[in-house]
């Protein structure tokens, strides 16, 4: 079995005025001037910053966008995620997506963790970090599967790696060269002997031709 997983992705928020300026640059590519204005606004009450918690910020964001009637589309979210905010391992995890509680159960192998918003226990899935993606070939017959060779084989390294159940996938590793390769048997010493006598009679009667 092919099985892939991966972490939790960290982004901050600087919005220092060179980082803006690079950010309405991007929003101009992307025809999203409004979002660059509510960017400008922020920084006029928020300050530069930076900001480690994404998902707070990105709430700070939405209450602009409603105050100032700026739809806040998935296309303007991920420009924020991709053009304004930059990785940073000590920042707060990514929230990709919030259950309602009990609609769920938690399941942390599977990227479902429960934490604690509003007073409330909920279950998150988080933002993927591409670059800590990783893919492990497990053996079809592992005892305890998937799950045990992932909590004995990455969770030890990556506590807060998860299983992309999405991406498993289940095969057959065939050695071509060992079902289908078929050597050629060896020639023996009277045939290799034979070809060199030859090739030294053939030698010979150049030479003669080129000094006679």
Not at 81 to 104: F, M, Y
Not at 137 to 150: N, R
Not at 158 to 184: C, H, L, M, N
């Amino acid at each position: 079995m092919e099985n892939r997983g991966g972490s939790p992705a960290g982004l901050k928020v600087d919005l220092t005025p060179a980082r803006r300026a690079s950010f309405r640059r991007a929003c101009a590519d992307s025809n999203e001037e409004p979002l660059a204005n509510l960017i400008d606004r922020l920084s006029e009450n928020l300050g530069p910053g930076p900001y480690t918690d994404f998902n707070g910020f990105l709430e700070k964001v939405e209450a602009d966008a409603d105050r100032h009637g700026v739809k806040l589309t998935a296309k303007r979210v991920k420009l924020l995620q991709t053009a304004l905010a930059e990785k940073d391992e000590s920042a707060a995890p990514v929230i990709k997506k919030l259950h309602r509680p009990g609609k769920i159960e938690p399941d942390p192998l599977r990227g479902l963790f429960c934490v604690e918003t509003e007073g409330r226990a909920s279950v998150v899935e988080y933002e993927l970090d591409a670059d800590l993606r990783d893919t492990e070939q497990i053996p079809l017959l592992e005892p305890g599967g998937i799950d045990a060779f992932f909590q004995r084989e990455v969770l030890p390294y990556v506590p807060d790696a998860w299983i992309d159940e999405s991406s498993t996938r289940i095969g057959y590793e065939i050695s071509f060269t060992r079902y289908f390769y078929k050597p050629q048997p060896l020639r023996t010493l009277e045939e290799i002997r034979a070809d060199i006598e030859a090739l030294e009679k053939e030698t010979e009667g150049l030479l003669r031709n080129i000094i006679g």
